[in-house]
C-alpha cells in the first residue's frame, strides 16, 4: 500500500513486483496460470478501485475516438499497418499487436489489421509459458482469422 499512497500506477507496480528470489525459483509459484503482475493489477483495483490517478483518465475519450485522433496524426490507416507490419517483421511482438488495434477500433473488419495482429498474437502466445495468457493468445488469433 506504501507505493500506492507515493502515487505509483497499476502499470507502473505491475512491472516493478516481483516474487523475491528464493519463491520466484519455488517450483509451486511458477507463472503456469496466474501471474504477479496480473495479481498487483488486483490487488490495486481491489484498494483503489479503478482511478489510477491521473486526471486524464477521469473522462478519458473512447477507444475509437482516441483511435480516429491517433490516426489523422500519424498519416492514416496505411501508415500504422506499416509500422505494426515493420514491427512484426522486427520482432517486436507487443508494439506491432498494439498498433493494429488503432486500425481495429475504427476499422473492426480490416483484414490486413486483423491478419498481422492474428501474426503477433501468435508470436506472442508460443513464447509464453503461462497456460491462461498462452490460450487466449492463439484463440484470438485463430478467431481473427476464422471470422473476417
Not at 117 to 134: I, P, S, V, Y
Amino acid at each position: 500500500m506504501s507505493d500506492i499512497r507515493k502515487g505509483k500506477t497499476p502499470d507502473e507496480l505491475a512491472r516493478e513486483v516481483k516474487l523475491p528470489p528464493d519463491l520466484a525459483k519455488h517450483p509451486y509459484l511458477q507463472e503456469w496460470y496466474g501471474a504477479v503482475a496480473w495479481s498487483v493489477r488486483g490487488i490495486y483495483a481491489q484498494q483503489v478501485g479503478w482511478f489510477d490517478g491521473n486526471p486524464t483518465n477521469i473522462y478519458p475519450l473512447s477507444p475509437a475516438e482516441r483511435a480516429k485522433k491517433l490516426l489523422a496524426m500519424t498519416g492514416g490507416k496505411e501508415a500504422i499497418l506499416k509500422a505494426a507490419a515493420n514491427s512484426l517483421k522486427d520482432g517486436d511482438f507487443q508494439w506491432s499487436a498494439e498498433l493494429v488495434d488503432y486500425v481495429l477500433a475504427v476499422d473492426s473488419k480490416n483484414t490486413e489489421a486483423r491478419n498481422i495482429k492474428a501474426q503477433a498474437l501468435t508470436e506472442l502466445g508460443e513464447r509464453q509459458q503461462n497456460a491462461t495468457a498462452r490460450n487466449y493468445y492463439l484463440t484470438t488469433a485463430q478467431y481473427l482469422l476464422k471470422n473476417p
